[in-house]
């Protein structure tokens, strides 16, 4: 089943050129649906190489309410999308930093 969507780039300034990269990434692209790892359908960004080679990068799928959200972003209508690998690093740290501030608190008590 093919569907047409329709992309609205909100970009100030810079349009033509936004406009420019994701043509470059979607002449060799297409957004499929399909099961991921888990079994659940999601969305990626299929794209085939110059090899042929397809690759599949994961966009988002339906939280099933059960699974644990740690690595995603949980939109508020149960979305899970993929947070950059930055986000998850300073989310741990703020995790650590606050493991630390207890344990401390804790020894003082």
Same mark, same amino acid.
């Given at each position: ?15 033509? &050129?936004?406009?420019?990269? *994701? #043509?470059?990434?979607?002449? +060799? !692209?297409? *957004?499929?649906?399909?099961?991921? #790892?888990? &079994?659940? @359908?999601?969305? *990626? ?10 690759? $599949?990068? %994961? =966009? ?6 059960? !699974?644990? @959200? %740690?690595? $995603? ?10 947070? @950059?690998?930055?986000? /998850?690093? !300073?989310? +741990?740290? +703020?995790? /650590?930093? &606050?493991?630390?501030? #207890? =344990? ?6």
């Amino acid at each position: 089943m093919e569907n047409t969507i329709e992309i609205k780039i909100e970009c100030k300034g810079a349009a033509a &050129g936004t406009l420019g990269w *994701f #043509n470059s990434i979607m002449a +060799n !692209s297409e *957004f499929v649906i399909k099961n991921s #790892n888990t &079994g659940t @359908p999601a969305m *990626f960004l299929k794209t085939i190489g110059e090899d042929g080679k397809e690759t $599949y990068r %994961f =966009l988002c799928k339906k939280w099933d309410g059960r !699974s644990d @959200p %740690f690595g $995603y972003r949980l939109t508020g209508d149960n979305y899970l999308c993929e947070l @950059p690998e930055s986000d /998850i690093v !300073s989310g +741990n740290l +703020n995790k /650590i930093k &606050g493991i630390a501030e #207890n =344990l401390k608190q804790s020894k003082r008590n």
